[in-house]
């Protein structure tokens, strides 16, 4: 992403914090939580990442996983997974990583990785703006990205 | 932080990473998660956030909160604040926001706030690797920096 579309991004962030507010009848603010159970709510396709809020660079997203991922890997990112909901499994070329709920791994960039879920599982990924789903690997289950929800 | 440093820690991360698996039978590799209760276990003093991972160069700290913190700002970065259990309020110049659990909020950079907890309360915190607890603020709150736990 270029230096104007990373400016630009911050301050469509910005925008989106001031929005969230209620002004009280003392003109005081009372901004407004983002809940992780009632974003996941708003949507139901696996997969498909959808972003709730920005911090600097990076972006916190949610989704919803079953059956199995691509082999895949991100060549200038770590990428963190967050289990809110159920249990999940990352499969590497040399062993794997079992998680359940309120339980959180860091995948090293570049090393390839392969998200799995038995059955539907709801997870919370920290990354970079701009880290496609699948990496260089592309295909079917490639994702659009920075989509909010 | 200078860039030798940066490297450095990021070094120290790989390590902690390759560390933390136990290799099955077959020669496979078993990856241990990191479970959030489990690390909050594992201290008990108030305003002390303890390291649990980093991605790149931003750092997951947990930590226990209970009473008033004191007003301060991060002039370069914002700040993430995830409740794992409890309550919480920021408090802000203009308002506040309140959390629950599995409820997040994204303090913008320069903007002071003051957190607080009346019982206490179970965080997470995102930032980068190096931001101190207090900001600018200093005083006896200040927390020693990266400490993991």
Redesign the interface.
């Known amino acids: 992403m270029s230096p104007a579309n990373v400016a630009a991004a911050k301050a469509s962030l910005?925008i989106r914090?001031l929005d969230r507010?209620t002004t009280?009848s003392d003109g005081?603010?009372?901004?407004?939580?983002?809940?992780?159970?009632e974003k996941l709510e708003r949507f139901h396709d696996h997969w498909s990442p959808r972003v709730?809020?920005?911090?600097?660079d990076?972006q916190?997203k949610l989704a919803r996983i079953q059956g199995e991922f691509v082999w895949h890997s991100h060549a200038d990112?770590?990428?963190?997974f967050i289990v809110?909901d159920g249990e999940m499994a990352i499969e590497?070329r040399?062993?794997?990583?079992?998680?359940?709920t309120?339980?959180?791994?860091?995948v090293?960039?570049g090393v390839e990785h392969k998200p799995r879920a038995h059955s539907e599982c709801r997870i919370m990924l920290?990354?970079?703006y701009g880290v496609v789903n699948t990496g260089g690997q592309g295909g079917a289950l490639t994702a659009p990205n920075d989509v909010w929800v």
């Open positions: 910005s914090l507010h009280m005081s603010r009372r901004y407004l939580p983002i809940n992780l159970r709730i809020a920005q911090m600097n990076y916190f990112t770590d990428e963190v809110v590497f040399d062993g794997c990583v079992e998680l359940k309120g339980e959180l791994f860091v090293p960039k920290v990354e970079p």
